[in-house]
């Protein structure tokens, strides 16, 4: 989907700002209990979006009819405004992970929501670099932008974890850049 900056960049702003009003609402209880389990739910939510990741660019926007179009604009024009839109994905990120864990537990769901929303936006983060910064090369945006540039260019199917290979070597999708200048 064609975004404008508004869209595009937005999510840069409401990912923070989600994350700062879960911690504080942890913090505002003053239980020190509440907050270790907010922590570690954190983690946990990070740990689980490398997957979550992973599993919908490969079987959502490489599998899913309408998905897949979507998802070939941005194949096709790599440096194009295209994604899904800002506030729409952090709706969607509560609707899935906060609303159902919410009523086992409020400061977990707010904790694992959080890691999720930190993942994402380091997933976006890296993504829009991996396409748009001028990385020195030795850096590590520099290797996780060549190896997204193996996704779009090299023409075999793999590599659909964008801040780490992890998944990719679970599901043995994942392909070695050869040493070349990123596209
Ligand atoms: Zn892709
Ligand atoms: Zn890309």
New binding site residues.
């Given amino acids: 989907m064609n975004l404008n900056r508004f869209l595009y960049f937005g999510d840069f702003i409401a990912c923070p700002l989600a994350i700062a009003g879960l911690l504080l609402a942890v913090l505002a209880q003053g239980d020190l209990t509440a907050l270790g389990m907010w922590c570690l739910a954190f983690v946990a939510g990070c740990m689980a979006w490398t997957l979550v990741e992973y599993a919908v ?1 490969r079987w959502v ?2 599998a899913v009819p309408y998905f897949d179009k979507m ?1 070939d604009a ?2 096709q024009e790599p440096k194009g405004m295209i994604g899904a839109p800002s506030f729409f994905s952090v709706a969607l990120i509560f609707a899935i992970f906060y609303l159902p864990l919410y009523f086992a537990s409020h400061v977990f769901a707010g904790g694992f929501t959080s890691g999720i929303l930190l993942g994402y936006t380091a997933y976006m983060l890296v993504h829009h670099a991996s396409h748009h910064w001028a990385l020195k090369p030795g850096g590590l945006l520099y290797r996780l932008r060549l190896k997204h540039m193996v ?2 260019f090299r023409g075999e199917e793999g590599n ?1 974890g964008v801040i780490t290979s992890f998944w990719d070597h679970v599901f043995a999708t994942y392909i070695e850049p050869q040493r070349r200048r990123a596209s």
């Fill in positions: 660019h926007y490489h998802h941005h194949h996704h779009h659909y």
